[in-house]
């Protein structure tokens, strides 16, 4: 396969671990942690995925590499020695993220993690009141997460660094951007973008939820999902998925879990007839996965195609459009 015939991903997301400590209602976690090996990314498993990238996309560089995955990035037992490993391949990306409910992000490692390469946070904390916060978190630890908040712009404001950060809170009645902002009076001065995400159809989630909104599509004609010439996520095995839907519910038992990076090349895999085929199938107007009838995160992505009647399918606009948004 040639790099003319491949993808290059727009984000890659790394499950440093998929240990957790909430139980969402909105999270398929719960499930999985009965049958999953819980544990952390070893660092030779981080490496090899990281030089993979330097070695096969050339001087391209991937947009993002995202900490995230079926977990909580600050309970990663390796957390110091991964950020390590991760600054070293800095260079590849133009941004590194972090994805955190805050609930561990102490002091300590809000330090550590503002001394690293990471340069964009993404914070969720999905509700704007604590009774919200207990039905769809499991678990109450509102006044807990506004603790650390406050405290990592506090650490920010003293490490004087350039980054970005967002803080979600779920669309739903119960809470709203509004109200989240009001516990934080430093945080408009500071640039961080509080939003209120849209939240996708996936199986954990019934139509008509009384804690969250599900998104409904604006249109019944389904295009192609731009995830899987987009995204890449690799869980703390080295299992390799192509959409954000198939890391969080599913996993190595389906059809989404694409091969193991410990026995192929991140490229490789990423770009493989399987998911080829998919983009295929996509652009024919089928599903690419049998999974993806469930999930409508589709209509949350560019619509980077074309219908062609002429041909029957989607043509492809540009290779150029970001991966998708979640944000109002």
Known sequence: ????????????????????????????????????????????????????????????????????????????????????????????????????????????????????????????????????YLDMMGTDQFDRVVENFTHFLKALQEAKKDVSIDVQVFDSEKSSVEELIQFFPSARDQEVNFFSRKVYSKPVIKEGSEVVNLHVPDSDQRYPCWDIYTRIYIDIEGFLYPCTIGNDSYRQESELCLGNVQQSSVYNIFNSERNQKARELFENGKLGYPECKDCNIWSLTPNNFNWSDEEGKWLRKTKHLRAYSLKT
């Not at 998929?18 to 909105?26: D, S, W, Y």
């Not at 049958?35 to 030779?44: I, N, Q, T, V």
């Not at 995230?68 to 990663?76: F, Q, W």
């Open 1 to 132: 396969m040639t790099l003319h015939d491949s993808e290059i991903p727009w984000i890659i997301n790394l499950e440093l671990t998929n240990l957790c400590q909430l139980e969402c209602v909105f999270c398929d976690h719960p499930v999985f942690k009965k049958k999953m090996r819980l544990g952390c990314m070893e660092d030779s498993l981080v490496r090899k995925i990281l030089s993979d990238i330097d070695r096969d996309w050339g001087d391209e560089k991937i947009h993002e590499l995202g900490l995230v995955g079926l977990g909580e990035p600050t309970l990663d037992k390796r957390w110091s020695q991964h950020l390590e490993i991760i600054s070293e391949y800095a260079h590849r990306f133009d941004r590194i993220s972090l994805n955190s409910n805050l609930v561990s992000l102490n002091a300590k490692k809000s330090k550590e993690v503002l001394d690293s390469a990471v340069n964009a946070f993404t914070f969720s904390i999905n509700a704007s009141n604590r009774d919200h």
